[in-house]
């Protein structure tokens, strides 16, 4: 079964570090999107790709956030200078462009010291 | 902007009891709905959908009606199961394709 794979599955870094998480989507998907879960919360969106293209950005990713998909198969989200309220587990999904399901990952959770 | 309101949690039942998870959201036109489970150590997995007025979504004895006229999508269950423990997110998308926009999460705890 190829699901949706995340990695890592867990980091933990001290902040001001740079932390990157990589996403691979099912293969026959060409949406990408990345949400953030907070403890007790529902995910938050944050951005998503067709194919290569990244058609949307949620004000949540703010300028230390960086997300690629540079050949529209997998995807890289990249935190620059690391801070403590960036913990959190980081959900990658993927689907098929023309359905509204969206099939998860199991997330990487990031722990900031 | 959309939103999603659940029930505030944690929700606790003995086994074989009945479940109701209520669910109202904000959107315009006309959102898609889902519920979401999430088991513990686990993904989300796409429990049930519903994309249209008064559609019913169902899987593994769970139902949700879409209602327009009350912008509810509430999650029943007739006899929860202690493998049902888990939280449960319901969720929208404005069109196909687009983000889904989640609800908090409403914890279920189902005791033998």
């Known amino acids: 079964d190829t699901g949706v794979s995340q990695n890592p599955r867990h980091k933990i870094t001290k902040r001001g570090q740079n932390v990157t998480f990589r996403c691979d989507p099912i293969s026959e998907h060409n949406r990408l999107y990345w949400y953030r879960q907070t403890l007790g919360q529902g995910p938050e969106f944050l951005t998503y790709?067709?194919?290569?293209?990244?058609?949307?950005k949620s004000r949540l990713l703010s300028d230390r956030f960086s997300a690629e998909r540079p050949k529209g198969s997998f995807s890289t989200l990249e935190i620059q200078r690391t801070e403590q309220g960036d913990s959190a587990m980081y959900l990658c999904?993927?689907?098929?462009?023309?359905?509204?399901?969206?099939?998860f990952g199991p997330g990487t959770r990031l722990t900031v010291l | 902007g959309n939103s999603v309101t659940q029930m505030e949690g944690p929700v606790t039942l003995s086994e074989e009891a009945f479940l109701t998870i209520n669910c109202t959201y904000t959107a315009t036109g006309y959102p898609s709905l889902f519920w979401y489970v999430q088991y513990p150590g686990e993904g989300l997995q796409l429990l049930l959908k519903?994309?249209?007025?008064?559609d019913k979504g169902s899987n593994k004895g769970f139902e949700a009606t879409y209602r327009k006229e009350t912008t509810s999508f509430h999650l029943e269950k007739g006899s929860v199961q202690v493998s049902d423990s888990a939280v449960y997110f319901c969720a929208l998308s404005g069109v196909s394709g687009s983000r889904l926009t989640f609800g908090e999460g409403t914890q279920l705890t189902v005791n033998p």
């Open positions: 790709f067709q194919n290569e293209a990244q058609l949307e």
């Open positions: 999904a993927s689907s098929w462009w023309q359905s509204n399901e969206q099939f």
């Open positions: 519903a994309t249209k007025a008064d």
